[in-house]
């Protein structure tokens, strides 16, 4: 099983995004800038919405990895 990365892993695949936003562009800003398998899939796994800060973005991943 991966690991879960930490929120500070996270934010820094996605320095460059304008919030609020969605599952697919947290996704392909992180592709972007190289983040790892374990980055991609805890955003893959957060749900489908618009998200208005990093912190949301930070919740979103522990709220679905605690599932």
Same mark, same amino acid.
């Given at each position: 099983?991966?690991? *879960? ?6 934010? *820094? ?30 955003? *893959? ?23």
């Amino acid at each position: 099983m991966s690991e *879960k990365p930490n929120p500070i892993q996270i934010q *820094k695949f996605l320095a460059g995004v304008n919030y609020p936003a969605d599952r697919s562009t947290l996704v392909s800003t992180a592709e972007k800038e190289g983040a790892d398998g374990d980055v991609l899939n805890a955003l *893959k796994s957060i749900p489908e919405k618009e998200y208005d800060s990093p912190t949301a973005v930070s919740s979103a991943v522990s709220d679905s990895a605690d599932n």
